[in-house]
T-cell receptor
Framework: NAGVTQTPKFRILKIGQSMTLQCTQDMNHNYMYWYRQDPGMGLKLIYYSVGAGITDKGEVPNGYNVSRSTTEDFPLRLELAAPSQTSVYFC???????????FGPGTRLTVT | AQSVAQPEDQVNVAEGNPLTVKCTYSVSGNPYLFWYVQYPNRGLQFLLKYITGDNLVKGSYGFEAEFNKSQTSFHLKKPSALVSDSALYFCAVRDILYASGGSNYKLTFGKGTLLTVNP
């Protein structure tokens, strides 16, 4: 049982490039989340999903997009990368809404 | 909206001493509160949660937290700190997320407290 896995671990993008951050969980959780973590700011919710085919915006969705075609996978897409998207991105999942969430190891993204 | 505050950016304690990491909350209704730990270059790990019941909650790695309704606090504690406890600690509260398809829940996190345990 690997839990929540994320790839890549690190990435450097040039301004205007695009990329997809991958997230997979093997716990059969319906609820999945994407957060970004900036120093001294805690975690902010970008997008979330309550099951395959259902996604919705969180607090800071601008510049991002998601899809959820399977229970296991919840990729985060960055279109037209900007320096403001330099951050550490975490994916999380939970079995029941409102319960504790389980986090992946994170992706450290730098946009220059 | 629900919120939590961690009033200390940093806490330093000596190994073997008790440690406390503070968290206060602001909620309407009954709070669902959580503590997470983040080691360098790692994801967040769940430590413990309070939903209802005993005010003293026991969690992983010897940590516990005390829920105090009158002081709206949920402080994380450990009787004897270890150097390996040095990490970033986050308090979180369950919050409502209003969406086009109806309401749901999310976690709202504090800004984190960096705990350093000195040998």
């Amino acid at each position: 049982n690997a839990g929540v896995t994320q790839t890549p671990k690190f990435r450097i993008l040039k301004i205007g490039q695009s990329m997809t951050l991958q997230c997979t969980q093997d716990m059969n959780h319906n609820y999945m989340y994407w957060y970004r973590q900036d120093p001294g700011m805690g975690l902010k919710l970008i997008y979330y999903s309550v099951g395959a085919g259902i996604t919705d915006k969180g607090e800071v969705p601008n510049g991002y997009n998601v899809s959820r075609s399977t229970t296991e996978d919840f990729p985060l897409r960055l279109e037209l990368a900007a320096p403001s998207q330099t951050s550490v991105y975490f994916c999380a999942s939970t079995e029941r809404r409102g319960n504790e969430q389980y986090f992946g190891p994170g992706t450290r993204l730098t946009v220059t | 909206a629900q919120s939590v505050a961690q009033p200390e950016d940093q806490v330093n304690v000596a190994e073997g001493n008790p440690l406390t990491v503070k968290c206060t909350y602001s909620v309407s209704g009954n709070p669902y509160l959580f503590w997470y730990v983040q080691y360098p270059n790692r994801g967040l790990q769940f430590l413990l949660k309070y939903i209802t019941g005993d005010n003293l909650v026991k969690g992983s790695y010897g940590f516990e937290a005390e829920f105090n309704k009158s002081q709206t606090s949920f402080h994380l504690k450990k009787p004897s700190a270890l150097v390996s406890d040095s990490a970033l600690y986050f308090c979180a509260v369950r919050d409502i997320l209003y969406a086009s398809g109806g309401s749901n829940y999310k976690l709202t996190f504090g800004k984190g407290t960096l705990l350093t345990v000195n040998p």
